[in-house]
């Protein structure tokens, strides 16, 4: 059964726009999990340019709803995660300048950080994923790491995509690693640039089991409303 999980990030963005309290994304995750979300995402950045700390606090205290939170590898950010205990973690690279996240962790540089972290959530049970490119060498490395599953950075074939190139090899690239990481029993998942059509894509991949979505989805909704957006991407993970 595949997954589809909410980025709200951009909710917080809005409402901090105006240095008010509105719209709220604790409302929001509320709201996204009732119209069919499978899960929530949020990213705890360090900083603080959409979620802050209290947002996330409070969104996994909400009962029944299934929080991932997307955390760099500072230290202070991982003492935080710790704390609030989201139901899944998801190590991704951070930079202070960047617009959006730019690629894939890399991983042969901060293995060893990254383990001591990996280990400290799976020591709460919280399932931890590596947020990655799509390279076999890197899928080879997150298995060494012990993590839970693996996301695949899919803005590059998101790019291609929709300035109407040749999508087949970074397709491909990411079907065969899909493939193994199945194999070396890695739950995959995908994100980051996704639309209705890089999804319907990558949803003919099985061994996908969970995409998350936020920009494109939140931006749809500003035309279409979030139930109608949600439904309709749940609709096509599931062909």
């Known amino acids: 059964m595949k997954r589809l999980g909410v980025n709200i990030d951009h909710v917080a963005t809005l409402r901090n726009a105006r240095g008010e309290l509105h719209p709220d994304p604790i409302l929001a995750a509320k709201f996204v999990k009732k119209v069919g979300a499978d899960s929530i995402t949020i990213h ?8 802050k700390d209290l947002d996330a606090k409070q969104i996994c205290l909400i009962k029944n709803l299934l929080v991932n939170l997307e955390i760099s590898t500072n ?9 609030i205990k989201p139901n899944y973690i998801c190590i991704v690279p951070e930079n202070r300048k960047e617009i959006t996240t730019e690629g894939g962790l890399n991983l042969e540089r901060n ?24 390279s076999i060498k890197d899928v080879q490395l ?9 996301e695949f950075h899919t803005g590059r074939l998101a790019n291609l995509v929709k300035s109407k190139k040749s999508f087949s090899n970074e397709f491909l690239k990411i079907k065969r690693c899909s493939i193994l ?17 890089t999804t319907e894509i990558l949803s003919k991949i099985n061994q996908i089991k969970e995409f998350n979505i936020g920009h494109f989805l939140i931006g749809e909704s500003i035309f279409f409303g979030l139930s109608k957006v949600i439904k309709r991407f749940k609709k096509i993970i599931k062909n």
């Open 142 to 150: 997150s298995k060494k790491l012990g993590v839970d599953c693996i």
């Open 44 to 51: 705890l950045r360090e900083d603080k340019r959409h979620i």
């Open 181 to 197: 990481a199945d194999k070396l029993n890695l739950e995959v998942h995908a994100g980051h640039g996704l639309d209705y059509k």
């Open 111 to 134: 293995k060893n950080n990254i383990k001591r972290i990996i280990l400290k959530f799976k020591k709460k049970k919280i399932r931890t994923s590596l947020f990655i490119n799509p």
């Open 75 to 83: 230290k202070d950010i991982v003492k935080t995660a710790l704390k």
